[in-house]
């Protein structure tokens, strides 16, 4: 019963310990790399992981907090340099969590879009089109698409980006 209870025990630890390498490897390691070696992201704090840990097809990036001294811009640089540094993986899903608590889900395939035209693309159009991709928890579309003269259609969409952060973490950093 003892020797049973032993290799239970041991088989429980081992699959924890892979669990945890896992996530560190493919997630949380190249998150670290993004976070510390571009000197603007100082400040952003951050982990990756898989959904529960577990779920490999669902990438989890938690922002933790962030110093006085960090923008918008660079919280969005942040994601958009993890989705360059993961580029190559494929997930089902992406959730942006503040403090652990899910505010918003990308579908795999714009995360990895993102990666892909990370230094190509023009931030300021993929800032501008980023709301429009996000998702609720729930499912549901979080902003509109926008339509209609250019310059009405880019000023709402520059005010759902900033509404986004709000609403993602700002809200709750002031609280603090």
């Known amino acids: ?11 429980l630890a081992g699959a924890l310990a892979l669990i945890v390498l896992a996530n560190y490897w493919f997630t949380e390691r ?21 959904d529960h840990f577990v779920d490999p097809n669902i990438l989890v990036l938690d922002l933790r907090g962030l ?8 919280v969005f640089r942040v994601v958009l340099q993890f989705a360059a540094a993961q ?20 579908k795999g395939e714009y995360f990895q879009t993102l990666g ?3 230094g190509g693309q023009n931030p ?8 429009e991709n996000l998702l609720r928890p729930d499912g549901t579309e979080a902003f509109e698409k926008w339509t209609g003269g ?25 609280k603090q």
């Open 1 to 11: 019963m003892r020797r049973r209870l032993s290799l239970s025990l041991a088989l």
């Open 30 to 50: 190249h998150l670290s790399s993004v976070l510390n070696d571009d000197p603007r992201n100082t400040g952003v704090v951050a982990r990756a992981h898989y």
């Open 67 to 74: 110093a006085a001294s960090n923008s918008e811009a660079d």
């Open 87 to 106: 580029k190559e993986q494929k997930y089902s899903m992406v959730k942006l969590n503040f403090k652990g608590d899910t505010r918003f889900e990308l």
């Open 116 to 118: 892909e035209e990370y």
């Open 124 to 131: 300021v159009y993929t800032m501008r089109t980023f709301p």
């Open 150 to 174: 250019l310059l009405g259609v880019m000023s709402r969409q520059m005010q759902d980006f900033s509404e986004f952060h709000k609403q993602w973490y700002l809200v709750d950093l002031s």
